[in-house]
């Protein structure tokens, strides 16, 4: 259909966005190549599905899907809040960490801010800030990781944000305590600094780790998820921890019913089943060694990861389409990583253990068949 010069534009911020590219989904896969098992190790997901305990309180739920949910959420917040020893007031839930991010995105940065944050960090961020015309100064990683001493030197007076993901998505890298106490040093107070800890479980109890949350200050916003370590990243519902000036502002602008009423109480039930997080993060290490021994025995460059994910080096961005697709011919969907400025990089999930054994043959099979070629 032919749009009439009188149709409604957009603002050029949006008309220029290069959108937010999601992992193909298993359907997606399926379809198109004709399979009937795909292996989803793409997305950062948690490969048991979601706790027994999550999905019974989900199913509860439901009987009362046609009510509103608990706009105050709070059942959940008071759980969070009496773990944490934080106030009630100190706690957010959003739809995803993404919903909260948005919102602190929409409450805290107008027409002359600017946002910092690193290359080849989670580009949901930097599509965020992209959305709403912000300007954004993005450092280049080294060594795979955050410069937080060019980052540090990045600020400007216009500065009003600092993203940073620990660990981060897609590397896997840690920003260690005196780095981050470091940087922190150098962040002027009225700059908000969000702590993206999307992976933080999957840490455990790594000394060096600096948990943000613990050394509570004015000017740091702590995120985390129940997408990843909790197994619900289908129901979109997360959490932050901060100052109750800055919750107060985000919960005048977040939307009143998010996250609904299902994902509120699958999230309750999550929370506190701990058996099904520490098989989880068990499983996690285990899947970790296992891709290492056999990448390393393959010679496949990768970066040691503080998340439930590995990054390869392939060297090429040829290579990154190459071992993508037929990967994904073999019905294994990776995450190529040209959309986070790393082209010659691919991010594998760790899956169960048949998932990382048949990964792992698979890839063998792809370089025996890349030196004929
Ligand atoms: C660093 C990071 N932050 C946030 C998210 C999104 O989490 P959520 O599902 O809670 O929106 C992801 C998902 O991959 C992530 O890697």
Redesign the pocket.
Known sequence: MMLTSSFPCVAEHIARLTPYQPGKTSEEVKREFGLERVIKLA??ENPFGPSPMAKAAAMQALQEAHYYPDSAGYALRRALSQNYRVKFENIIIGA????I?ASIVRAYLNGNDEALTSDGT?I?FTVLIRSQGIPLRCVPLRNYAYDLVAMARAITPRTKLIYL?NP??PTGTLIDRAAFEDFYSKVPGHILLIM?E??HEFVGSEPAYPDSQLYRHDNVFT?R????AYGL?GL???YGIAHETIIEQLLKIKLPFEPNHIAQAAALAAFADREFVKRTIASNVKGLETLYDGLARLGMVHVRSFGNFVMIDLGSSKRVQWFSRRLLERGIIIRPLAAFGLPDCLRITVGLPEENELLLSELANLLKQESVV
């Open positions: 997305c950062n995803g960490s993404e919903g991010l989670f949901g993901a981060n998505n993206d999307a992976y995120l998820t129940f997408s990843k990243a979109r519902i997360g």
